[in-house]
Protein backbone atom coordinates (compact mmCIF):
# COMPACT_ATOMS: atom_id res chain seq x y z
CA UNK A 1 0.00 0.00 0.00
CA UNK A 2 0.88 3.69 -1.12
CA UNK A 3 2.00 5.76 2.14
CA UNK A 4 -0.24 8.90 3.01
CA UNK A 5 2.59 11.11 2.90
CA UNK A 6 4.14 9.34 -0.51
CA UNK A 7 0.29 10.08 -2.19
CA UNK A 8 0.10 13.73 -1.19
CA UNK A 9 3.43 14.64 -2.39
CA UNK A 10 2.89 13.39 -5.79
CA UNK A 11 -0.26 15.25 -5.78
CA UNK A 12 1.48 18.01 -4.52
CA UNK A 13 4.56 17.58 -7.15
CA UNK A 14 1.38 17.59 -9.97
CA UNK A 15 -0.49 20.76 -8.98
CA UNK A 16 0.77 23.89 -9.95
CA UNK A 17 0.23 27.35 -8.58
CA UNK A 18 -2.61 29.43 -10.97
CA UNK A 19 -1.50 31.75 -13.13
CA UNK A 20 -1.91 35.20 -12.17
CA UNK A 21 -4.73 37.61 -13.49
CA UNK A 22 -5.41 41.12 -13.29
CA UNK A 23 -8.68 41.14 -11.60
CA UNK A 24 -11.17 43.84 -10.75
CA UNK A 25 -11.43 44.72 -7.12
CA UNK A 26 -15.01 42.94 -6.70
CA UNK A 27 -13.57 39.50 -7.85
CA UNK A 28 -10.40 39.80 -5.77
CA UNK A 29 -11.70 38.86 -2.08
CA UNK A 30 -9.77 35.39 -0.62
CA UNK A 31 -7.28 35.54 -3.93
CA UNK A 32 -3.74 35.52 -3.53
CA UNK A 33 -2.01 38.87 -4.19
CA UNK A 34 1.19 38.32 -6.87
CA UNK A 35 2.20 41.68 -7.03
CA UNK A 36 3.58 44.27 -4.06
CA UNK A 37 1.10 46.88 -3.69
CA UNK A 38 2.29 50.32 -3.09
CA UNK A 39 0.77 53.66 -2.25
CA UNK A 40 1.34 56.44 -4.69
CA UNK A 41 0.31 59.15 -2.50
CA UNK A 42 0.64 59.50 1.44
CA UNK A 43 -2.17 58.45 3.71
CA UNK A 44 -3.74 60.31 4.95
CA UNK A 45 -2.62 62.45 1.73
CA UNK A 46 -3.44 65.82 3.67
CA UNK A 47 -3.35 66.76 7.39
CA UNK A 48 -6.84 66.23 8.84
CA UNK A 49 -8.63 66.87 11.53
CA UNK A 50 -9.86 63.59 13.84
CA UNK A 51 -12.93 65.33 15.43
CA UNK A 52 -15.63 67.58 14.77
CA UNK A 53 -14.63 71.23 16.48
CA UNK A 54 -12.54 74.18 15.73
CA UNK A 55 -9.28 75.03 14.06
CA UNK A 56 -7.40 77.45 15.72
CA UNK A 57 -4.28 78.44 16.77
CA UNK A 58 -3.24 76.82 20.36
CA UNK A 59 -1.67 80.36 21.12
CA UNK A 60 -5.21 81.87 21.11
CA UNK A 61 -6.61 79.06 23.35
CA UNK A 62 -3.93 79.19 26.27
CA UNK A 63 -5.83 80.78 28.49
CA UNK A 64 -9.41 79.98 28.74
CA UNK A 65 -12.24 80.67 28.38
CA UNK A 66 -11.26 82.41 24.97
CA UNK A 67 -13.58 83.77 22.22
CA UNK A 68 -12.84 83.34 18.69
CA UNK A 69 -14.38 84.43 15.48
CA UNK A 70 -15.80 82.09 13.68
CA UNK A 71 -14.39 82.79 9.79
CA UNK A 72 -15.41 79.73 7.97
CA UNK A 73 -16.70 76.24 7.90
CA UNK A 74 -15.08 73.27 6.52
CA UNK A 75 -16.29 69.72 5.92
CA UNK A 76 -14.69 66.80 4.52
CA UNK A 77 -14.36 67.27 0.55
CA UNK A 78 -13.97 71.47 1.36
CA UNK A 79 -11.28 72.38 -1.26
CA UNK A 80 -11.03 76.03 -0.78
CA UNK A 81 -10.08 76.92 2.53
CA UNK A 82 -9.31 80.41 4.47
CA UNK A 83 -6.18 80.61 6.37
CA UNK A 84 -6.83 80.98 10.13
CA UNK A 85 -5.73 84.21 11.55
CA UNK A 86 -5.78 85.24 15.25
CA UNK A 87 -8.26 85.14 16.79
CA UNK A 88 -9.79 83.44 14.34
CA UNK A 89 -11.41 79.72 14.79
CA UNK A 90 -12.31 77.63 11.55
CA UNK A 91 -15.64 75.34 12.06
CA UNK A 92 -14.02 71.85 10.76
CA UNK A 93 -15.22 68.05 10.27
CA UNK A 94 -13.38 65.13 11.07
CA UNK A 95 -11.75 63.90 8.37
CA UNK A 96 -11.33 67.84 6.66
CA UNK A 97 -8.35 69.26 5.66
CA UNK A 98 -7.07 71.67 8.10
CA UNK A 99 -6.67 75.31 7.24
CA UNK A 100 -3.65 76.97 7.07
CA UNK A 101 -2.31 78.92 9.88
CA UNK A 102 -4.39 76.87 12.46
CA UNK A 103 -2.35 74.34 14.64
CA UNK A 104 -4.78 72.43 16.79
CA UNK A 105 -8.47 71.93 16.60
CA UNK A 106 -10.50 71.68 19.78
CA UNK A 107 -13.44 69.35 19.50
CA UNK A 108 -16.74 70.48 19.62
CA UNK A 109 -17.54 69.20 22.99
CA UNK A 110 -14.92 71.67 24.61
CA UNK A 111 -16.83 74.42 23.23
CA UNK A 112 -20.32 76.45 23.76
CA UNK A 113 -20.77 75.33 19.53
CA UNK A 114 -21.15 78.80 18.36
CA UNK A 115 -21.35 79.76 14.86
CA UNK A 116 -20.48 83.63 14.24
CA UNK A 117 -18.35 83.68 17.75
CA UNK A 118 -17.07 80.35 20.15
CA UNK A 119 -16.37 80.32 23.22
CA UNK A 120 -13.16 77.92 23.74
CA UNK A 121 -13.05 76.10 27.36
CA UNK A 122 -10.22 74.08 27.65
CA UNK A 123 -6.84 74.53 25.87
CA UNK A 124 -5.30 72.37 23.58
CA UNK A 125 -1.39 71.66 22.60
CA UNK A 126 -0.07 72.24 18.77
CA UNK A 127 -1.09 69.33 16.55
CA UNK A 128 -4.36 68.46 18.89
CA UNK A 129 -6.56 66.06 16.92
CA UNK A 130 -4.66 66.42 13.46
CA UNK A 131 -3.70 63.49 11.65
CA UNK A 132 -0.87 64.18 9.88
CA UNK A 133 -0.34 63.23 5.76
CA UNK A 134 1.59 60.32 5.15
CA UNK A 135 1.25 58.73 9.28
CA UNK A 136 -0.65 55.62 7.90
CA UNK A 137 1.46 55.35 4.43
CA UNK A 138 4.50 57.32 3.35
CA UNK A 139 4.40 57.75 -0.84
CA UNK A 140 5.81 54.76 -2.15
CA UNK A 141 5.59 52.57 0.46
CA UNK A 142 4.60 48.64 0.39
CA UNK A 143 1.27 48.11 1.59
CA UNK A 144 1.02 44.54 0.73
CA UNK A 145 3.60 41.78 -0.49
CA UNK A 146 2.93 38.70 -2.83
CA UNK A 147 1.81 35.69 -0.83
CA UNK A 148 -0.78 37.89 1.03
CA UNK A 149 -4.31 36.04 0.95
CA UNK A 150 -6.57 39.61 0.31
CA UNK A 151 -9.66 39.42 2.94
CA UNK A 152 -11.48 42.57 3.82
CA UNK A 153 -8.90 45.06 5.33
CA UNK A 154 -6.81 43.77 2.62
CA UNK A 155 -9.15 44.44 -0.14
CA UNK A 156 -9.64 48.17 1.59
CA UNK A 157 -5.84 49.13 1.39
CA UNK A 158 -5.61 47.95 -2.09
CA UNK A 159 -8.80 50.54 -2.84
CA UNK A 160 -7.15 53.06 -0.46
CA UNK A 161 -4.10 53.17 -2.44
CA UNK A 162 -6.29 54.24 -5.49
CA UNK A 163 -6.15 50.98 -7.34
CA UNK A 164 -9.18 49.35 -9.00
CA UNK A 165 -7.71 46.07 -10.52
CA UNK A 166 -4.87 43.97 -8.63
CA UNK A 167 -2.83 41.10 -10.06
CA UNK A 168 -3.43 38.08 -8.21
CA UNK A 169 -3.94 34.54 -8.67
CA UNK A 170 -7.77 33.92 -8.98
CA UNK A 171 -10.01 31.57 -6.67
CA UNK A 172 -8.97 27.92 -8.06
CA UNK A 173 -12.63 26.43 -9.79
CA UNK A 174 -13.49 23.30 -8.42
CA UNK A 175 -16.26 20.53 -10.17
CA UNK A 176 -17.58 18.24 -7.44
CA UNK A 177 -19.27 15.54 -8.93
CA UNK A 178 -20.86 12.24 -7.40
CA UNK A 179 -21.42 9.29 -8.72
CA UNK A 180 -23.87 5.97 -7.59
CA UNK A 181 -26.75 5.22 -9.32
CA UNK A 182 -28.47 4.88 -5.07
CA UNK A 183 -28.35 9.15 -4.99
CA UNK A 184 -31.24 10.85 -4.76
CA UNK A 185 -31.37 14.61 -4.60
CA UNK A 186 -32.02 15.61 -0.80
CA UNK A 187 -35.56 17.36 -1.05
CA UNK A 188 -37.38 14.45 -3.52
CA UNK A 189 -38.58 11.25 -1.67
CA UNK A 190 -36.25 8.08 -1.75
CA UNK A 191 -37.48 4.97 -3.72
CA UNK A 192 -36.42 1.44 -2.26
CA UNK A 193 -32.23 1.39 -2.02
CA UNK A 194 -32.07 4.76 -2.43
CA UNK A 195 -30.16 7.07 -0.23
CA UNK A 196 -29.79 11.21 -0.55
CA UNK A 197 -26.61 12.73 -2.13
CA UNK A 198 -24.51 14.22 0.71
CA UNK A 199 -21.35 13.94 -0.46
CA UNK A 200 -21.42 16.71 -3.25
CA UNK A 201 -22.81 19.21 -0.80
CA UNK A 202 -20.00 18.02 1.92
CA UNK A 203 -17.30 18.31 -1.17
CA UNK A 204 -18.79 21.77 -2.84
CA UNK A 205 -18.85 23.32 1.16
CA UNK A 206 -15.16 21.88 2.23
CA UNK A 207 -13.92 23.53 -1.36
CA UNK A 208 -15.64 26.49 -0.34
CA UNK A 209 -14.45 26.97 2.85
CA UNK A 210 -11.04 26.01 1.33
CA UNK A 211 -11.09 29.28 -0.01
CA UNK A 212 -11.71 28.10 -3.49
CA UNK A 213 -14.65 28.71 -5.96
CA UNK A 214 -16.99 25.23 -5.74
CA UNK A 215 -19.49 24.11 -9.01
CA UNK A 216 -21.20 21.01 -8.02
CA UNK A 217 -22.50 19.02 -11.01
CA UNK A 218 -25.19 16.82 -11.74
CA UNK A 219 -25.06 13.78 -9.84
CA UNK A 220 -23.99 10.55 -12.95
CA UNK A 221 -25.04 7.21 -12.23
CA UNK A 222 -23.15 3.90 -12.09
CA UNK A 223 -22.10 4.17 -16.23
CA UNK A 224 -18.75 4.98 -16.51
CA UNK A 225 -19.68 6.44 -20.60
CA UNK A 226 -22.39 8.89 -18.50
CA UNK A 227 -19.55 9.90 -16.49
CA UNK A 228 -17.00 10.58 -18.88
CA UNK A 229 -19.39 12.96 -20.72
CA UNK A 230 -20.17 14.52 -17.68
CA UNK A 231 -16.91 15.39 -16.78
CA UNK A 232 -16.25 16.68 -20.27
CA UNK A 233 -19.08 18.79 -20.31
CA UNK A 234 -17.74 20.34 -17.04
CA UNK A 235 -13.76 20.39 -17.66
CA UNK A 236 -14.10 23.85 -19.74
CA UNK A 237 -15.11 25.51 -16.16
CA UNK A 238 -12.16 23.58 -13.70
CA UNK A 239 -9.47 23.87 -12.59
CA UNK A 240 -9.53 20.86 -10.88
CA UNK A 241 -12.41 17.98 -10.41
CA UNK A 242 -13.29 16.07 -7.53
CA UNK A 243 -15.28 13.32 -7.59
CA UNK A 244 -16.65 10.90 -4.61
CA UNK A 245 -17.64 7.10 -5.44
CA UNK A 246 -16.95 4.49 -8.03
CA UNK A 247 -13.36 3.84 -6.78
CA UNK A 248 -13.26 0.75 -4.75
CA UNK A 249 -13.48 -3.28 -6.15
CA UNK A 250 -17.56 -3.60 -7.09
CA UNK A 251 -18.39 -4.70 -10.50
CA UNK A 252 -19.90 -0.60 -11.06
CA UNK A 253 -17.08 1.56 -10.76
CA UNK A 254 -18.09 4.12 -13.07
CA UNK A 255 -14.56 6.20 -11.88
CA UNK A 256 -11.99 3.77 -11.93
CA UNK A 257 -13.94 2.26 -14.94
CA UNK A 258 -13.91 5.37 -16.96
CA UNK A 259 -10.51 7.22 -15.95
CA UNK A 260 -8.24 4.00 -15.71
CA UNK A 261 -7.53 3.70 -19.07
CA UNK A 262 -7.12 7.15 -19.77
CA UNK A 263 -3.51 6.56 -18.05
CA UNK A 264 -3.45 9.75 -16.46
CA UNK A 265 -5.53 8.74 -13.25
CA UNK A 266 -4.10 6.18 -11.27
CA UNK A 267 -5.99 3.95 -8.94
CA UNK A 268 -4.27 2.97 -5.70
CA UNK A 269 -4.68 1.93 -2.02
CA UNK A 270 -3.15 4.27 0.23
CA UNK A 271 -2.68 3.41 4.06
CA UNK A 272 -5.08 4.74 5.63
CA UNK A 273 -8.44 4.43 7.76
CA UNK A 274 -10.93 5.74 6.30
CA UNK A 275 -9.69 6.83 2.87
CA UNK A 276 -7.66 3.49 1.73
CA UNK A 277 -8.95 3.68 -2.12
CA UNK A 278 -7.91 6.93 -3.90
CA UNK A 279 -7.23 8.05 -7.21
CA UNK A 280 -5.66 11.35 -8.83
CA UNK A 281 -4.60 12.20 -12.02
CA UNK A 282 -5.20 14.79 -15.01
CA UNK A 283 -7.66 14.87 -17.66
CA UNK A 284 -8.28 16.90 -20.58
CA UNK A 285 -6.09 18.99 -22.90
CA UNK A 286 -5.37 21.48 -20.07
CA UNK A 287 -3.70 18.40 -17.36
CA UNK A 288 -7.07 19.15 -14.79
CA UNK A 289 -6.17 17.69 -11.56
CA UNK A 290 -8.70 15.35 -10.71
CA UNK A 291 -9.31 13.76 -7.55
CA UNK A 292 -11.67 10.41 -7.22
CA UNK A 293 -12.29 10.17 -4.15
CA UNK A 294 -14.09 7.43 -2.15
CA UNK A 295 -17.44 7.22 -1.99
CA UNK A 296 -18.17 6.67 1.87
CA UNK A 297 -19.05 9.93 3.18
CA UNK A 298 -16.61 10.05 6.00
CA UNK A 299 -13.85 8.74 3.88
CA UNK A 300 -14.56 11.55 1.29
CA UNK A 301 -14.67 13.96 3.52
CA UNK A 302 -11.28 12.71 5.19
CA UNK A 303 -9.47 12.59 1.61
CA UNK A 304 -10.44 15.86 1.18
CA UNK A 305 -8.88 17.31 3.95
CA UNK A 306 -5.68 15.61 3.72
CA UNK A 307 -5.18 15.69 -0.23
CA UNK A 308 -7.58 18.41 -1.95
CA UNK A 309 -6.87 20.70 0.98
CA UNK A 310 -3.36 20.83 0.28
CA UNK A 311 -3.60 20.77 -3.38
CA UNK A 312 -5.94 23.88 -3.01
CA UNK A 313 -3.66 25.82 -1.15
CA UNK A 314 -0.80 24.94 -3.69
CA UNK A 315 -3.12 26.28 -6.67
CA UNK A 316 -3.40 29.58 -4.52
CA UNK A 317 0.27 29.57 -4.39
CA UNK A 318 0.48 29.41 -0.56
CA UNK A 319 2.34 26.75 1.11
CA UNK A 320 0.66 23.30 0.93
CA UNK A 321 1.57 20.39 3.11
CA UNK A 322 0.39 17.92 5.75
CA UNK A 323 -2.23 19.54 7.61
CA UNK A 324 -1.36 21.06 10.75
CA UNK A 325 -1.49 19.27 14.17
CA UNK A 326 -1.50 19.69 18.00
CA UNK A 327 -1.08 17.65 20.68
CA UNK A 328 -3.95 16.59 22.56
CA UNK A 329 -4.45 14.00 25.39
CA UNK A 330 -7.33 11.20 24.37
CA UNK A 331 -10.20 10.46 26.79
CA UNK A 332 -11.07 7.03 25.81
CA UNK A 333 -9.21 4.04 24.53
CA UNK A 334 -8.67 4.00 20.56
CA UNK A 335 -7.99 1.08 18.18
CA UNK A 336 -6.58 1.17 14.44
CA UNK A 337 -5.71 -1.47 12.06
CA UNK A 338 -1.85 -2.36 11.83
CA UNK A 339 0.01 -0.79 8.97
CA UNK A 340 -2.40 2.23 8.25
CA UNK A 341 -2.88 5.63 9.74
CA UNK A 342 -6.32 5.81 11.30
CA UNK A 343 -7.90 9.69 11.02
CA UNK A 344 -10.49 9.19 14.11
CA UNK A 345 -13.25 11.57 14.43
CA UNK A 346 -12.68 13.30 18.15
CA UNK A 347 -14.21 16.66 19.63
CA UNK A 348 -11.48 18.60 20.68
CA UNK A 349 -11.73 20.76 24.12
CA UNK A 350 -10.20 23.90 25.55
CA UNK A 351 -8.30 21.91 28.00
CA UNK A 352 -6.55 20.41 25.80
CA UNK A 353 -8.72 16.75 25.55
CA UNK A 354 -9.77 15.52 23.22
CA UNK A 355 -13.18 12.68 23.26
CA UNK A 356 -13.66 10.40 20.49
CA UNK A 357 -17.22 10.48 18.90
CA UNK A 358 -19.24 7.62 19.09
CA UNK A 359 -19.53 6.00 15.51
CA UNK A 360 -16.07 5.25 14.11
CA UNK A 361 -17.51 4.02 10.74
CA UNK A 362 -16.80 5.33 7.09
CA UNK A 363 -20.22 5.59 6.49
CA UNK A 364 -21.38 7.36 10.20
CA UNK A 365 -22.00 11.10 8.72
CA UNK A 366 -24.01 11.94 11.71
CA UNK A 367 -21.53 10.75 13.99
CA UNK A 368 -18.41 13.53 11.79
CA UNK A 369 -21.13 16.24 12.02
CA UNK A 370 -20.88 16.17 15.88
CA UNK A 371 -16.54 16.33 15.44
CA UNK A 372 -14.65 19.42 15.37
CA UNK A 373 -10.96 17.43 15.20
CA UNK A 374 -9.50 13.95 14.20
CA UNK A 375 -7.25 12.09 15.76
CA UNK A 376 -3.92 11.06 13.78
CA UNK A 377 -3.38 7.55 14.83
CA UNK A 378 0.36 6.62 13.22
CA UNK A 379 0.82 3.18 10.76
CA UNK A 380 2.89 1.77 13.44
CA UNK A 381 0.23 2.03 16.34
CA UNK A 382 -2.33 -0.26 17.04
CA UNK A 383 -3.77 0.34 20.27
CA UNK A 384 -3.93 4.05 22.60
CA UNK A 385 -4.32 3.80 25.76
CA UNK A 386 -6.42 6.86 27.45
CA UNK A 387 -4.46 9.48 28.55
CA UNK A 388 -2.24 9.30 26.16
CA UNK A 389 -0.97 12.63 24.36
CA UNK A 390 -2.09 12.23 20.53
CA UNK A 391 -1.79 14.51 17.50
CA UNK A 392 -5.19 16.12 16.47
CA UNK A 393 -6.05 18.11 13.04
CA UNK A 394 -8.59 20.74 13.86
CA UNK A 395 -11.52 20.16 11.28
N1 LIG B 1 -14.30 -5.72 -1.84
C1 LIG B 1 -13.99 -4.48 -1.41
N2 LIG B 1 -14.98 -3.63 -1.14
C2 LIG B 1 -14.69 -2.40 -0.69
C3 LIG B 1 -13.36 -2.02 -0.49
C4 LIG B 1 -12.34 -2.93 -0.79
O1 LIG B 1 -11.14 -2.65 -0.65
N3 LIG B 1 -12.71 -4.16 -1.26
N4 LIG B 1 -13.10 -0.79 0.03
C5 LIG B 1 -14.12 -0.23 0.86
C6 LIG B 1 -13.78 1.11 1.23
S1 LIG B 1 -12.57 1.23 2.36
C7 LIG B 1 -14.42 2.19 0.73
S2 LIG B 1 -14.04 3.74 1.32
C8 LIG B 1 -15.49 2.09 -0.26
C9 LIG B 1 -15.23 3.04 -1.42
O2 LIG B 1 -16.20 2.78 -2.34
P1 LIG B 1 -16.45 3.63 -3.65
O3 LIG B 1 -15.57 4.79 -3.69
O4 LIG B 1 -16.41 2.73 -4.79
O5 LIG B 1 -17.88 4.22 -3.40
P2 LIG B 1 -19.29 3.58 -3.63
O6 LIG B 1 -19.18 2.11 -3.68
O7 LIG B 1 -19.93 4.29 -4.74
O8 LIG B 1 -19.98 4.02 -2.28
C10 LIG B 1 -19.50 3.62 -1.03
C11 LIG B 1 -20.56 3.96 0.00
O9 LIG B 1 -20.73 5.34 0.07
C12 LIG B 1 -22.06 5.71 -0.22
N5 LIG B 1 -22.06 6.93 -1.07
C13 LIG B 1 -21.49 7.01 -2.28
N6 LIG B 1 -21.69 8.24 -2.79
C14 LIG B 1 -22.38 8.93 -1.87
C15 LIG B 1 -22.88 10.26 -1.84
N7 LIG B 1 -22.70 11.10 -2.85
N8 LIG B 1 -23.55 10.67 -0.74
C16 LIG B 1 -23.74 9.80 0.31
N9 LIG B 1 -23.27 8.53 0.31
C17 LIG B 1 -22.62 8.10 -0.75
C18 LIG B 1 -22.61 4.57 -1.01
O10 LIG B 1 -23.97 4.48 -0.96
C19 LIG B 1 -21.92 3.40 -0.33
O11 LIG B 1 -22.57 3.04 0.84
O12 LIG B 1 -15.56 0.77 -0.79
C20 LIG B 1 -15.51 -0.27 0.22
N10 LIG B 1 -15.71 -1.51 -0.42
O1 LIG C 1 -11.32 3.66 2.96
MO1 LIG C 1 -12.88 3.14 3.48
O2 LIG C 1 -12.85 4.68 3.89
O3 LIG C 1 -12.07 2.52 4.97
O4 LIG C 1 -14.39 3.01 4.31
Redesign the pocket.
Known sequence: MKSVDAHLADILATVRPLAPLELELERALGTTLAEEVTSPVPLPPFDNSAMDGYAVRAADIEQVPARLAVVDDVAAGSRELRAVGQGHAVRIMTGAPVPAGADTVVPVEWTDGGTVTVTIDRSAPAGYSIRRAGEDVQAGEIVLKPGTVIGAAQLGIIAGVGRRRVRARPLPRVVVL???A??AEPGTPLQPGQ?W????FTLTAAVREAGAEAFRATTVNDDPATFLDQLDAQLVRADAVVT???????AY?PVKQALGPLGTVHFERVAMQ????QGFGVVGEDQVPIFAL????V?SFVSFMLFVRPALRKMRGLPAGFPETVEAYVIGALRSPAGRRSFLRGVLADDGTVTPVHGQG??QLAALATANALIVVPEDVTEVPSGTAVQVIRL
Open positions: STGELIDSNSSGGVSMGEPGMPPGNPSSH
